[in-house]
């Protein structure tokens, strides 16, 4: 079992950048694969971004590719999302995800958090 919050969702400007970590709970943490969504105003929830338990694979889609960053630290059982050149259009509610692996995880997470929400100002 595996719970997840988030947090560093705020409002920033066009161009800005935003980092949102999830914290995680559970002994098995390290062996999950960890990623996040997205679900903007009246939009389906969506793939964003998704790392191996071992930290050597992350996939992300081509709306994000070199803007986003995933990243872990198992130790202290943390999942970092550094988002740069923000977009109007990156505006939603950013939900963590775990899963058995980093195809499950990017398709249909075994866990999910309450989500934060970013606002990208014009």
């Known amino acids: 079992q595996v719970q997840l919050v988030e947090s560093g969702g705020g409002l920033v400007q066009a161009g800005g950048s935003l980092r949102l970590s999830c914290a995680a709970s559970g002994r098995t943490f390290g062996s999950y694969a960890m990623g996040w969504f997205r679900q903007g105003p009246g939009k389906e929830r969506e793939f964003v971004a998704a790392?191996?338990?071992?930290?050597?694979?992350?996939l992300y889609p081509d709306s994000v590719k070199g803007r986003f960053t995933i990243s872990r630290d198992n130790a202290k059982k943390m999942v970092y999302l550094q988002m740069n050149s923000l977009k109007p259009e990156d505006t939603a509610v950013y939900y963590c995800a775990a899963g058995a692996n980093i195809i499950v995880v990017s398709a249909l997470p075994d866990y999910w958090g309450q989500g934060t929400p970013v606002t990208v100002s014009s």
């Open positions: 790392i191996s338990w071992s930290d050597d694979t992350t």
